[in-house]
């Protein structure tokens, strides 16, 4: 194999080039010139634990690139937390983080003309940030995530991080001591790795071994144990081969493939943001799929996994219990996957599931396909003339995702908090948390704070939230966000009034304004578009470029 395939129309025919000077300054060798060039984007950083386990991931992924006979490239990309930045200003940059990664890979790896490319991340947006720029560059690659945390604990009961969310609302309600609040604020964590539960990050983790861009039983790792590190390693093996075999990310990343990921998120009742993310990976793919496809997907998949934040388990658990390998033979089995599909091994998908054993009897964090938890997935797209673009209901754990009520209006995160930790809102009400999408926000930031909080006071089920904005993907209750238009680009949402009454129906799979349209089309004539909020920077550079929710909030 010639070393630098892709910039082969700057070295070919040339036997000594003047860029070859600053490889040799990095210790290279003439034979090196004709091993392939690996980027390792490499997401370790010290700011949060789901990625302050990376840099040990990469030193193995390292080591194996140069043993299988290829020059590893390592470049860093940026995180933010999501967790430590929720119901700050901070959290306004997490989704535009997505795009911020996604440009730094594509920049280093056509840049430096890489001929294959291994990223490695932790947090939220490092895997659809990271899988968006594999599909953009279209070079062999391969995704290894960080590894979950392992469950912390307090009085025998198992924590999350938003078990410490959680215990804001029932502190402020009395219902919770001071010790139990500071037990389980400093045990909520015990370890590096991402949050523990199905949310946003093991969701996008499992779902890219369904997608077949990472390798299987690798999401579900804890990021401390032996077993991840090995796992990182046989990536880069793997990645090696790839790139000898010239197998694409456009190759696998199809409309099938992705139709895998998104019954594997609904069959593991993973986090809203997956809606988000894999309109923008199938963008960046140009791939054919829309929000609609994710109602006929759901449709027709069951939930099988008793996981947090609904359910009862979280990712280490699954990974005893058989990992994500275990949910896609169920799947597969039940003609619910497409077994053709390529994945990153060269092999498909059902080959690469052949061996997974029988489901085991001894557990119950995954149920057969015969008692599902619930009959059809639980990430629901509504419309009506709330969201005629559609908008995400999240309806596992409820006993019945109908609501109708007065609205309660907010145009910021922070008043609607205050509400609601003062007692202020009632079982009935819809809160309405607006201004806050793509463009208006800007960012689209997360409502885990308010939602948390609503379960802490006990209203998960009798209170209804809407937004323009996003959840966590800890989030569950009688919630719907991306709605869309949002309110900055003038959607009905920005006309709600206080009082107004609003039906949530996720049986009718209807969001609705109860107002007639003639008095709707008098507020939309008084109207008028509020200033944006940032004017410099990326946050004003994101607002300037973000498409709809609905779209993907995609900026190219």
């Known amino acids: 194999m010639r070393f630098n395939r892709r910039s082969r ?4 025919g040339v036997a ?20 392939p060039m690996i980027g390792v984007a490499n997401g370790h950083a010290t700011i949060t634990p789901c990625n302050s386990g990376l840099q040990k991931l990469a030193d193995a992924a390292i080591l194996s690139l140069k043993e299988a006979g290829s020059n590893p490239q390592v470049f860093g990309t940026p995180t933010i937390s999501d967790g430590m930045s929720m119901g700050t200003e901070g959290m306004k940059y997490s989704l535009i983080s997505r795009e911020v990664i996604a440009d730094c890979i594509e920049t280093a790896v056509n840049g430096q003309w ?66 139990d609040f500071d037990g389980i604020e400093k045990n909520a964590c015990p370890s590096s790795g991402s949050c523990g539960g199905m949310y946003t990050a093991n969701t996008m983790s499992s779902s890219f071994e369904a997608l077949g861009m990472s390798l299987l039983y690798s999401s579900t790792m804890a990021n401390p144990d032996q077993e991840k590190t090995d796992s ?33 998120i609904m069959a593991t009742g993973g ?9 923008a990976i199938a963008h960046a793919a140009e791939v054919e799929w829309s929000i609609d496809d994710f109602e006929r997907v759901r449709q027709k998949v069951p939930v099988l996994c008793n996981l947090k934040p609904s359910g009862q388990y979280v990712a280490t658990d699954l990974h005893r219990a058989g990992g994500i390998p275990q949910v896609l033979k169920i799947l597969l089995d039940g003609g619910l996957l497409h077994g053709d599909c390529l994945t990153i091994t060269g092999r ?45 209901a999240k309806i596992t754990g409820l006993k019945n995702p109908v609501i ?10 922070p008043s609607a908090m205050d509400a609601i930790l003062q007692d202020k809102i009632r079982a009935g009400d819809v809160l309405v948390l607006r201004y806050l999408g793509p463009k208006g926000a800007p960012g689209m930031p997360e409502m885990l704070s308010p939602t948390a909080a609503l379960i802490g006071k006990g209203l998960g089920e009798s209170v209804g939230l809407i937004t323009d904005g996003r959840f966590s993907g ?16 003038g959607g009905v949402i920005a006309l709600v009034k206080e009082g107004d009454s609003i039906t949530i129906d996720a049986h009718r799979l209807l969001i609705q304004l109860n107002v007639d349209d003639a008095e709707i089309a008098r507020r939309r004539a008084a109207w008028q578009p509020p200033e944006p909020r940032y004017t410099r920077g990326v946050l004003a550079k994101f607002a300037a470029l973000a498409s709809s929710a609905s779209k993907g909030a995609v900026t190219c």
């Open 271 to 279: 986090s809203t943001n997956a809606v988000l993310h894999y309109l």
């Open 114 to 179: 890489m001929d294959g490319c291994l990223v490695i991340g932790g947090c939220d947006k490092n895997m659809p940030g990271g899988m968006i720029a594999l599909a953009r560059s279209n070079v062999p690659g391969i995704y290894v995530y960080g590894g979950t945390i392992r469950p912390g604990n307090w009085k025998g009961k198992d924590l999350t991080i938003v078990s410490a969310f959680e215990a804001v609302g029932e502190f402020s309600a009395g219902r919770m001591s001071q010790e």
């Open 16 to 35: 000594r080039s003047p860029n070859r000077s600053m490889y040799y300054a990095m210790g290279y060798q003439q034979e090196d010139f004709d091993k």
């Open 232 to 264: 990182a390693a046989e990536s880069a093996r793997v990645l090696v081969q790839a790139v000898k075999a010239d197998l694409k990310p456009r190759d696998i990343i199809t409309r099938k493939s992705i139709e895998n990921a998104v019954a594997l």
């Open 348 to 392: 498909t998908l059902a080959e690469e599931l052949a061996q997974v054993p029988p489901l085991r009897s001894d557990q119950d964090v995954i149920m057969p396909l015969d008692k599902p938890l619930y009959p059809a997935g639980h990430l629901a797209i509504l419309k009506g003339n709330l969201s005629p673009e559609g908008c995400v």
């Open 474 to 489: 800890g989030t569950w209750g009688m919630v719907v966000g991306h709605v869309a238009p949002e309110a900055f680009a």
């Open 9 to 12: 129309n700057i070295t070919e």
């Open 404 to 413: 109708t009520g007065p609205a309660r209006v907010f145009d910021d995160e």
